[in-house]
């Protein structure tokens, strides 16, 4: 089975990349490797892959040294001659969609970057999809789509036509567009619902890295809504697993074209309590910066997971303090602290 994966360089990326071949599959992966945050972190992720060139030119591919089955290709899916190009050259069997701008908040200061790369850049690669007449696609939503609802836990089959942002909204229309290529041109595709994803290797611009690199650096933290917000944080390794065990699935012909599913943890974390467990592994006190609610924000995020369950045997098991005791293990290490 060889497999394309979209943001080879991000977070998720890696992890699921190296989870597949550790599995022995064939993996093309691709990222255009922008400056959104700190690009060595994402070359550093990329060397865990095999890939050590740091100045890779674009639209070549890299060998792993590592993993004889993976192949590096700098690219964005905003170029379709690009992806046109790679799709005639290799065939796929399944393609797994999780480059994207990622970020809330940074969708309401630069929202163009969204359209270009989450609505512009998913049209191009599911069109190569349909061309190519590649049978499942996958790709990455978010928890965002639900938006401003207020039951929880999020049922996959509640409504999500009220984005509080940007971000959101973009997500929304990926399923849209899922949904709709599904209908007319009979190929299946998956849609994951990811929850507050966080662990070693994780996103500088996320909670997890950004209060533990304040707190041991003796920088103050900045919550909203006096830390009265929740959210379900979902551990790496609970969720590359599962989204491992969906790619590798041979899809059953006989159930919906297009589905959607949620990954969490199946539990929501007082943001208070996490700040109070991350400063007893880091051993500080936080100095905190209070701040009003902020655009974009939801108050609390909280996702049924059942469907995975029934479908793909997915068990999360790690909690708030073991997945954070690995996060700060990581930091700690990756910055020689």
Known sequence: MRILITGVAGFIGMNIAKTLLERGLEVVGIDNINSYYDTKLKFDRLAVLGINNNDPVFDKECLSDKFKNFIFIKTDICSSESLRNIFDHHSFDVVCNLAAQAGVRYSLINPKAYIDTNINGFFNLIEQV??????????????SVYGSNEKTPYSCDDKTDSPVS???????????????????????????????????WGRPDMAPFLFTDAILNNRPITVYNNGEMWRDFTFIDDLKEAVANVICS????????????NIGNNQSVLLSDF??????????????????MQKGDVLKTFADIEPMKRDYGYNPHTNIKDGMNAFVEWYKDYFNK
């Open 166 to 200: 940007i971000y959101a909204a973009t997500k929304k229309s990926n399923e849209l567009l899922a949904y709709s290529y599904s209908s007319i041109y009979k190929f299946h595709t998956t849609g994951l619902r990811f929850f507050t994803v966080y662990g070693p």
């Open 130 to 143: 349909k061309s190519h007449n590649i049978n499942h696609f996958v790709y990455a939503s978010s928890s």
């Open 275 to 292: 700040i109070r467990t991350t400063e007893n592994i880091c051993g500080k006190k936080a100095e905190i910066i209070y701040k009003p």
């Open 250 to 261: 041979v899809v059953d012909e006989k159930v919906n074209l297009a589905r959607v599913y």
